[in-house]
């Protein structure tokens, strides 16, 4: 019995291999960047910081979410600052004026949140009062030494001044030499790999890690596993169009009553080899050419959005907030609103103190005490005023919200506002600013509500046939 021979020969186009090197070569199998195995990060992360420090400004960069969020967090986190003097001195005011207008005080501590909500850290150094220098964390090495309850810190130096001399003109190297912290500038010269930095001077400050743990983690890295599994999802999109456009040809050869040789299968495998556009191809019976291409339906929308879900539910904040929609019902918006206010409360607290001991550090510059410096005060965070406005308005009509609370949660003094009141009784302000008469309508009536003019019940009669000016009404029987 004469035996089915069926061969099948398959070629994929180069740019489908291609393609998958190219994943294969910049991801993991979870979809995050290649060399950065998202199970070893999260069994240790204070063993894998730094990749930790690059996947947060990675997925700044790459991830629409990300960006928005850090940057609804920066923007919001200080609206407003308020400098509390306990201690009167008009001098000691004048100084912590000038110094915070001198280094941009709102702009340093928004870029200092900024820090902390992308790596879960900030580090830098006060230039005498002159300028506040925010380092990369990925420069900076927290050592185990503690002095005056600081961590002593590390610059850990990728240049020389030499390096410098070969990029800048001489007279401006040694101007930026001049403006360098002096530790700094000395173990720049002598090429320092490390280079300790005066703990008189440097601010640490981390988020997210416990008090023995040198290094702080970003509140966005429980969302880099849905990250990277959106990647996986978006890579195969990609794959999936490539194919489309650069389809698989398949050519089968043979039959039952005709078994190939290899002179026709060398032939019909390079048949339309480097031809372009439209070919015109008669074939035998025995050959079968078609074209191969994937699934064009294998994600939905739906499928993306739900790991957008997934990415928000992770960060603790809602779709409609990063997106401006509407939908959702007023509680659940509320919560998420609520939910990012404490996540930005948690990253500013800290920033406190070290302004504190800035502005001491200033004073003492001016051989002012530091008993007065005043207390700094961040005005309460307002991500939705409206919202909020609507809630207190709710909350004073249906559950009794004193007028004391309701006034100052729409930013007034209450104070000013009922002694204002209390003087306006008093002065009968509202007789003052009583309605004028309104022109050719005489006096105003309060009696009267207005409509058409009232008629005396005289003026009215019962015959509903006759008019009420004495015309009879037109007669309607025939």
Do not use: C
């Not at 309605?435 to 058409?452: E, M, T, V």
């Amino acid at each position: 019995m004469e035996e089915n021979i069926k061969i099948e020969l398959a070629g994929r186009v180069a740019e489908n291999d291609s393609y998958s090197r190219y994943y294969g070569d910049n991801y993991e199998q979870s979809g995050s960047p290649k060399g950065y195995d998202l199970e070893k990060i999260f069994a240790d992360p204070q063993g894998n910081i730094d990749k930790i420090f690059y996947l947060g400004k990675y997925y700044y960069a790459k991830s629409g979410i990300i960006m928005r969020v850090i940057n609804i967090i920066r923007d919001f986190g200080v609206d407003g600052i308020d400098f509390q003097y306990k201690k009167k001195n008009e001098k000691a005011k004048e100084v912590i004026e000038n110094f915070n207008t001198r280094i941009g005080l709102r702009q340093v501590m928004r870029d200092m949140i900024f820090e902390l909500a992308q790596s879960g850290n900030v580090a830098g150094y006060n230039r005498d009062g002159k300028r506040i220098d925010i380092y990369p964390i990925t420069n900076v090495e927290v050592s185990p030494l503690i002095v005056n309850n600081k961590p002593v810190l590390l610059y850990k130096n990728e240049l020389s001044m030499s390096d410098l001399a070969d990029s800048l003109p001489k007279s401006m190297l040694r101007k930026l030499e001049l403006t360098y912290p002096k530790e700094l500038a000395k173990g720049l010269r002598k090429g320092d790999s490390k280079i300790v930095l005066d703990v008189t001077n440097t601010f640490f400050h981390k988020v997210n890690s416990s008090r023995y743990e040198p290094y702080g983690v970003p509140f966005i890295l429980t969302a880099f596993d849905e990250l990277a599994h959106k990647t996986v999802l978006k890579e195969a999109e990609r794959a999936t169009a490539t194919g489309i456009i650069e389809k698989i040809l398949l050519i089968q050869v043979g039959e039952k009553e005709h078994k190939p040789k290899q002179a026709e299968i060398d032939y019909y495998s390079s048949l339309i080899s480097g031809k372009k556009g439209s070919v015109k191809i008669t074939v035998p019976h025995f050959v079968n050419l078609k074209w191969v291409e994937p699934e064009t339906s294998i994600f939905g929308k739906d499928k993306f959005e739900q790991v957008d879900q997934d990415i928000l539910n992770a960060l603790g904040v809602s779709l409609t907030l990063i997106r401006g929609e509407g939908g959702g019902n007023y509680s659940e918006g509320f919560i998420a609103v609520t939910g990012l206010i404490k996540t930005i409360e948690s990253l500013r607290e800290g920033l406190i103190p070290i302004v504190r001991e800035w502005h001491i550090q200033e004073l003492e510059r001016h051989n002012i005490s530091a008993e007065f410096a005043p207390e700094t005060v961040l005005n309460p965070i307002e991500i939705d005023k409206s919202a909020k406005v609507d809630l207190i308005k709710y909350l004073f009509q249906t559950a009794g919200l004193p007028y004391e609370v309701l006034y100052k949660e729409a930013g007034y003094d209450f104070d000013v506002v009922k002694l204002t009141r209390e003087n306006e009784n008093k002065n009968k302000v509202e007789d003052i600013f009583k309605l004028r008469a309104q022109p050719f309508q005489g006096g105003i009536d309060p009696n009267n509500k207005g409509g058409a003019p009232a008629k005396n019940l005289t003026d009215r009669k019962s015959d509903k046939n006759q008019s009420n000016n004495d015309q009879p009404r037109p007669s309607t029987s025939k």
